[in-house]
């Protein structure tokens, strides 16, 4: 198998440069240990697990935790110095690796929720702006894993999956899904988002990165 190494700049503690001679570097299996611990603070902190076993629960913790190390990482272009903040870097919120993960895993309940089965959709359904931007942003995952391959640059597909999060997210708060009266519109929105579900997954694990279905 052809690998390709992509070695990247400095990277920076909050505390500022990671130096050898004044003990500052981190290694990386504490920093792994560090994150994992602090993703099973945030999440049994948000009490969304009842009924989730230990090993469950414990295989949950590890996802976040390097998904949100691998994510804050690979989200920067490889050639740019950057600062990594281990508490950000697991944060719910702003462009990291659980504020992704939270999206596919919130969208797998919805469609749980609303049962929803694949099935052809009307043609001419009237869409609104909020529908129509999602779908855009899903015609550009091609190119985007393709520039992403081109430039050896993860931080591609990173930045896409953050930015049809953030559309989705908007769409979420504006157009009614599970409670659409109407059924054809319905079916079309759980359409949209079991598409950006398996698109999120999709982007997540070419960089390596599990994608919960609950969190």
Excluded: W
Aim: with cysteine; proline share 4%; hydrophobic share 40%.
């Amino acid at each position: 198998q052809h690998c390709y190494h992509l070695s990247y700049g400095m990277v920076d503690l909050p505390s500022g440069k990671m130096k050898s001679r004044e003990g500052t570097v981190v290694d990386a299996d504490d920093l792994i240990d560090e994150v994992v611990a602090s993703a099973k603070d945030m999440t049994q902190e948000r009490g969304h697990l009842d009924g989730l076993s230990e090993p469950a629960r414990n295989t949950l913790y590890a996802q976040i935790g390097l998904g949100g190390l691998k994510y804050y990482l690979l989200k920067v272009d490889p050639k740019k110095r950057m600062l990594f903040n281990p508490e950000e870097s697991i944060d719910l919120t702003g462009n990291t690796g659980p504020f992704i993960q939270y999206a596919h895993a919130r969208i797998c309940t919805l469609l749980e929720k609303a049962d929803y089965q694949l099935q052809e959709l009307q043609s001419g359904l009237a869409m609104k702006s909020e529908e129509k931007e999602i779908i855009k942003q899903l015609t550009l995952f091609e190119s985007c894993v393709l520039e992403a391959a081109a430039n050896y640059s993860p931080a591609v597909i990173a930045n896409f999956i953050y930015e049809l999060v953030k559309l989705y997210n908007t769409f979420y708060q504006n157009v009614k899904v599970v409670s659409e009266p109407d059924a054809e519109l319905r079916q079309l929105r759980l359409s949209i988002s079991a598409v950006v579900r398996q698109t999120i997954a999709h982007g997540l694990r070419m960089l390596g990165i599990e994608a919960p279905q609950r969190m």
